[in-house]
């Protein structure tokens, strides 16, 4: 069954994406990397990435790309509920060192959730955040990083803010223990690339279209790889993307 | 193809391990290294996901149910986790059978021993009959009939109910196909043998028992059903004892034709050595992959082991059916 | 007659309580201060027990299914509580209807207000007829037909499952009494509506859905079935889902025309709320008297009446059947 | 469902009476008075009270009065296994202070249960029991209850052993602060009278037909006073004798 939510906030981040500050009942107890199931009764039900958990709130950051998240922009207020359940999944690996977070868009999400656990951490941590975006308006988030990061490079494809360039681009892959990434595919693959030719341990998180979110119905596959999104993932060690064959599939209707 | 943790086909079950207790089952002629079975619908959507669940010790793969042409299923939700169990109103989503040829295809030469059981739905003699002869021939090594899905629509639901047309559809897959013909039942309240009883006449080799219950979930601040499909499938704990009846009455009716396998809230040995008890040959997993993951099948299949061990049988053969002879 | 802890009528939950959410519904005519019911078969054996339920806190109170002639029901081991529920096969055990009439006397003047339902099972006209008016006659406010025990025999339960009977002995019924008649309906996977609609157009004013499901469980190490009666009805949390289903199918169908009863699994009051939004003017309580105690209808009743407040209803007839409305 | 247990040991105690010893697989965690349903597969199930708890072990003490009674007694040896679940009900209470135990027959065996933990209390306890048989040959359990109780009286209808003549005669009801009591019907009745008369508090563990155990059948009720033995009982408090009409009830077939 799923939790009520109270929706305590609504921020409009950028025009295609909405922070909504969600209380629960009870403490989630998500692990960073980890989703949500978010129900918009009446609309559909979708995963979603905890970004922030904070005593019984937590942060959800949902971009406007269809049906579901369109519903939830325009009908979902500041008082208004939603339901989830979960948390699901694997999450992020955080083990004292250095890591760096790299994210794409409104893929930085989870990092927010990965670096607070990250700064809470017992042993020497350093955490470096380089997040790209496609132009300054679609920036995010940034503030959020800046209070719990030891530094956050910024870039966008424009140049608009920050560093001219696509993230891979711009990243600095020499100094991490870990890497840990959130974003678009394609980028996820060209970091994949660099980071498993220079040796450097990647962890990323994938999306696919996810049905029961239970590890049972076989939607969120990551094709011909046998694992599912939903519950081996979201989160990877990089080497699957390599060992898999990783073409979207064609078979859409399983998805 | 990659599997769990890397485990391989090498280090499955062995057949008859050190103690001499042996967990190798036959149904309808194929042989099970143990009798644990991938219910279907659940991770049988792919080549890779059927042998990830041979690899990780099930004795048969179910693939999900195919349909003649593509399905999209409900939107979701689709899935609510109960206390006792699970609500799923999926909707047979699928690609259709051509498609899904090639996994099958895959599976089959991925050289993995576990039987390979091809599910189907169909409405009409023709294309179950189509049907299974295109499944027989990309390599399934059995054809399963599901004449119960609980998320088929009301119209689809009123006919597969009937049993003029389980014996229709029965005999149609039998003349198409030489690989034994599996039929998987609803949790029928009452009748359940009559309908079972029309698939027999027809030529089945194999009842499974059961799908899952039709069942709904309401959320209390919502206001409205959870499931977008409204109703969905029961499975899990709370269809135990419903499935064990039905295997138990099915296998006093049939049980000297036939074989039986079980299906509905398997979750520890326990619950599979009930299954064998009330007739079963083997037991379905499905709904448990949730809370015990895939080391389910493995974890059964010792459990099972150390039963007979205990109870000082030697094979699984010798307590099929015992709690009627008891 | 005594009742529990000396809890009196007077310190029943208050109709109107202070804020003016209302728990009282009104169920074919008959009042009940909230809507909890006791389930037919438990604690429905004397006067005195019904007395305690509603001393508890139950709005209404149905006596154990009665038969004409007496029966002896099975012999032990009867019950088997499993981790979803229980299952029981008691077998329909009562001294015959003419003993019990003087409990149902000794209720009905015992001033408590909470309406009593008497309970009966008859296989053909002529008996449900006598049966019916002899049990108003000694005071019962309703009287519900039993068309669903699933320990009858197999001859008995093929012969009540079908729509002509069911129709026959609801008119039978319908026309030797004048309370009102409520019909006690089994959890059918498919094909409720028919057997319903059967005892609606017959002219029954409530629905009761639903009695338990068939289930069985099995002793491993017995290595045999545990009731002594092999089957028996599964009730409590694992039939909710497919009650409440029930339910909202029967609602959907016959709103317009009758009230529907939801009963199948009840704790707590959130139970009691899906069945309401499912349709369900009221809902009956059995088998949670195991984990919950008598205590389960005042702790049901005000778990909904806090409901009712915090989503700003003010009676509980505003939230029967939301669930379709939503 | 059932626990399975083994027959550790059996002993025959009189004619008509064994004792069973029961090894489970884990500790009962009974309260003195309660009682398990017995299965004997095959035969059927009784309410057996738990005379002894210790460890993994029980004891039950089963006089053969008819059909499954009879079968255990033949069918249930050394080494066997019966079925049992609980336990069930509301036991004695177990307050410091002076106790008396008034048995009569195989009755006495829940009274052991009892003194046993009175035995292990904390507090100042004093604990007497007096055990009434019809005859030397039906005493049973003597050896057991002077181990554990500071004070043992018997008596017996014939005087075949310790005094001649009912156990409710010969008791001294002045000095305990609370009587117990477990035995033939007509025993506590008497005793009841007794106790009320003088002010006594008196608890009597009753015994009616079973079915479910478990509070819900109504099988078990003790007639026209709404309590169940195996629910509310069955041990009560003995002013509920007086209370209730307390008739044989002419409707056996509920029973
Ligand atoms: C583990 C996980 C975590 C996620 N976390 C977040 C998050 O924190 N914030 C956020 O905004 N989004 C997140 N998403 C993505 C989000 O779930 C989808 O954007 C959402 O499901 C789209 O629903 P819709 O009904 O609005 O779009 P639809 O109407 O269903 O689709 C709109 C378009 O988007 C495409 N699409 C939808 N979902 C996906 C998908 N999963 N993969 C590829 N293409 C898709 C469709 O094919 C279509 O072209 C996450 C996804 C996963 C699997
Ligand atoms: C809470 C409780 C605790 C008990 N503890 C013990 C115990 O520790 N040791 C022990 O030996 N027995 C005990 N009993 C009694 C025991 O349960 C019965 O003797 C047993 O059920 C008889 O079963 P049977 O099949 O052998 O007899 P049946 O064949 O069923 O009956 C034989 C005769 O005994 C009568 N009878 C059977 N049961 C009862 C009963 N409960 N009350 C009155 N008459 C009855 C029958 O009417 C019949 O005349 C207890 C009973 C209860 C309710
Ligand atoms: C998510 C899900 C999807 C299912 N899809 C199918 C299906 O396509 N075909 C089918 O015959 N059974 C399907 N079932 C039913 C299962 O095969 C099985 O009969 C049922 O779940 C009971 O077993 P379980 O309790 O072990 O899950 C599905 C079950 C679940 C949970
Ligand atoms: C011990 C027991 C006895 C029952 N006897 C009857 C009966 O005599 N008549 C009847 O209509 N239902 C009987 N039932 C079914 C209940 O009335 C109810 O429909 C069912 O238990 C589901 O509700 P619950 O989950 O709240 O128990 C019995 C149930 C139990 C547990
Ligand atoms: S969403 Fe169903 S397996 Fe992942
Ligand atoms: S034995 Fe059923 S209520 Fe006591």
Request: with cysteine; aromatic share 6%.
């Amino acid at each position: 069954m799923h939790l009520t939510a109270e929706v305590r906030e609504v921020e409009k981040l950028t025009a295609r994406v909405k922070l909504y500050v969600l209380e629960l009942k009870e403490r989630l107890g998500s692990w960073p990397g980890q989703f949500v199931m978010v129900w918009l009764p009446g609309s559909g039900e979708i995963p979603i990435s905890v970004a922030r958990e904070r005593g019984r709130e937590i942060w959800l950051v949902i971009a406007r790309v269809g049906r579901v998240t369109g519903a939830i922009h325009e009908e979902v207020g500041e008082g208004a509920r939603l339901w989830i359940r979960g948390p699901y999944g694997r999450g992020f690996s955080t083990s004292p060192g250095r890591h760096l977070l790299v994210g794409g868009g409104f893929g930085v999400a989870p990092l927010l959730r990965l670096a607070d656990e990250l700064r809470a951490l017992d042993g020497p941590v350093e955490v470096w955040a380089a997040l790209g975006f496609k132009s300054a308006d679609d920036a995010l988030l940034l503030e959020e990083f800046k209070e719990v990061v030891d530094r956050v490079t910024v870039s966008t494809d424009d140049g608009t803010l920050g560093e001219k360039g696509l993230v891979t681009d711009v990243v600095e892959l020499d100094w991490p223990n870990v890497v840990h990434a959130s974003g678009p595919e394609p980028m996820l693959r060209a970091l994949a690339f660099s980071c498993l030719q220079r040796g450097v341990r990647l962890e990323i998180s994938l999306e696919r279209r996810m049905r029961c979110g239970l590890g049972l119905c076989g939607s969120c596959e990551v094709e011909s790889t046998g694992m599912r999104v939903c519950r081996d993932g979201p989160v990877f060690d990089a080497r699957l993307l390599a060992s898999a064959e990783f073409a979207r599939r064609s078979l859409e209707v399983w998805a | 193809m990659r599997t769990e943790g890397g485990v391989g086909a090498e280090t499955r079950p062995s057949e008859r391990s050190a103690g001499g207790w042996a967990l190798e089952v036959e149904l309808a002629g194929l042989r099970l290294a143990n009798p644990t079975v991938l219910a279907s619908g659940v991770l049988g959507t792919s080549a890779s996901l059927l042998a990830r669940a041979a690899s990780s010790g099930a004795g048969a793969v179910t693939t999900k149910t195919l349909t003649l042409h593509p399905r999209r299923g409900n939107p979701n939700p689709v899935v609510v986790e109960l206390d006792t169990g699970l609500l799923n109103s999926m909707g047979l989503p699928n690609p259709g059978l051509e498609p899904f040829l090639p996994e099958i295809r895959a599976y089959r030469s991925s050289g993995l021993r576990s039987p390979l059981i091809g599910s189907i739905w169909a409405l009409n003699s023709e294309e179950a009959s189509t049907m299974a002869s295109m499944i027989q021939e990309a390599g399934a090594n059995a054809v399963e009939l599901n004449v119960s899905c609980p998320n088929a629509s009301k119209d689809e639901l009123d006919t597969i109910g009937s049993e003029q047309l389980v014996r229709e559809l029965v005999e149609a897959v039998r003349r198409s196909v030489s690989v034994p013909v599996f039929v998987k039942l609803p949790p029928l309240h009452w009748g359940l043998t009559k309908l079972a009883g029309a698939a027999v006449d027809a030529g089945a080799d194999v009842l499974v028992a059961t799908n899952a219950l039709r069942g709904m979930a309401i959320d209390v601040r919502a206001r409205r059903p959870i499931l977008s499909g409204i109703t969905g499938g029961l499975s899990g704990r709370a269809l135990k004892p419903v499935a064990l009846r039905a295997v138990y009455e099915l296998y006093g009716e049939f049980g000297d034709e036939i074989q039986v396998v079980g299906v509905g809230g398997v979750q520890d040995w326990r619950d599979a050595v009930e299954y064998l008890l009330a007739g079963a040959s083997a037991v379905e997993i499905g709904t448990a992959l949730i809370y015990r993951g895939l080391s389910v099948f493995r974890r059964v299949a010792s459990g099972i082991e150390g039963y007979l061990r205990e109870e000082g049988f030697h094979s699984v053969e010798e307590i099929v059916g015992a709690a009627r002879r008891g």
